[in-house]
């Protein structure tokens, strides 16, 4: 990776910021990229680096706000012959540029790492630290008689819930595990952080009281319908490490599962993208190929519809006859 672009990954990676990296792994001349071009693009679709002109832009940009958004690589073929059977695996695209020429492009997203707030010095909080760590979360840790020495695994311990003083993090998931000593109060500083999931390790008749009070305090029932208690999956668990690993793998399930659901279907928790609230890019209906609307020109109306183009001869075969490009129910 040449320095500059190791350098940025490694300033935006130390500001929790999700970004992609692609990088072209194959070309067939005249196309202007080369084997080991790079480019980064985060997911307000800021592009810094070379992949190829205007022909591959655009896509790479689709492609890398959709890898930011589900977390997976892809592997990106940008060719003129559409005839052609790609690998299983890779995402085909027409190479609309009258040089021609093919790209094979490699992106892969970096997310920053989600954190999980762990609140209580118990047993079950010792063994979920070291599990959540182990599989990827930055941890922070509260209770009053934590320290970082009997916690080393923790990334952040914490006397008290301060929340100016908890790491930001787009990815937030918390436990309440103190057996007892002070789940109300932790209950209700998560509640303030808002995360993703919060898991009490208690009986539920212990929480039926635990609501009782807080409901007094405004905790309204809709947060509280939230919490999840007992925390972790309905598996059978007999040591407390046995509970910490259900509850990590419930956190796991949760998180991937959020991960998975297609772009448009719902941003991942954390996570927003340009796209989400303005899309950046429009599929050219001629060659289907994607075109940044911030450098299209003046796009094509047809049955109250808007229509871009990657370039001037699509634009006018469109004109020609439009009906052709279009889909069934768009000619309505």
């Not at 690589?73 to 021609?100: A, F, H």
């Not at 009053?144 to 100016?164: G, K, N, R």
Request: glycine content about 6%; aromatic content about 6%.
């Amino acid at each position: 990776m040449n320095n500059w672009i190791l350098k940025k990954a490694q300033q935006l990676s130390a500001e929790g910021v999700p970004f992609a990296v692609a990088t072209v792994v194959r070309r067939e001349r005249p196309t202007s990229g080369e084997p080991g071009d790079k480019a980064i693009i985060t997911a307000d679709g800021t592009f810094v680096g070379w992949v190829g002109g205007s022909c591959a832009q655009p896509t790479v940009l689709k492609e890398a706000q959709s890898a930011i958004a589900d977390g997976e690589p892809r592997l990106v073929l940008i060719t003129p012959n559409l005839n052609e059977q790609p690998r299983e695996g890779t995402i085909l695209y027409s190479m609309s540029c009258y040089s021609g020429g093919t790209l094979e492009i490699y992106i892969e997203p970096y997310l920053p790492e989600p954190q999980l707030i762990v609140c209580g010095a118990s047993p079950v909080a010792e063994a979920l630290v070291k599990i959540a760590k182990t599989v990827g979360f930055q941890v922070v840790l509260i209770d009053p008689s934590a320290t970082l020495e009997t916690f080393s695994s923790a990334d952040v311990v914490l006397a008290h819930v301060e929340i100016e003083k908890i790491p930001v993090s787009r990815e937030r998931y918390g436990v309440v595990a103190t057996m007892g000593h002070w789940d109300e109060e932790a209950i209700k500083n998560l509640l303030m952080l808002k995360p993703d999931y919060i898991g009490l390790v208690a009986s539920r008749k212990r929480f039926r009281e635990m609501a009782r009070n807080i409901r007094e305090e405004g905790v309204s029932q809709e947060q509280l319908d939230s919490i999840k208690c007992p925390a972790g999956l309905d598996m059978p668990v007999r040591t407390l490490q046995e509970t910490a690993l259900s509850i990590t793998s419930e956190i796991v399930s949760i998180r991937r599962s959020r991960l998975a659901q297609p772009v448009g279907a719902g941003t991942p928790a954390g996570i927003v993208t340009a796209a989400a609230e303005k899309p950046t890019t429009a599929e050219d209906p001629v060659c289907h190929m994607a075109v940044d609307l911030s450098k299209a020109s003046a796009p094509i109306q047809f049955k109250s519809a808007h229509y871009y183009f990657c370039s001037e001869h699509c634009k006018r075969n469109f004109q020609k006859d439009p009906r052709k490009y279009i889909s069934v129910e768009a000619q309505a």
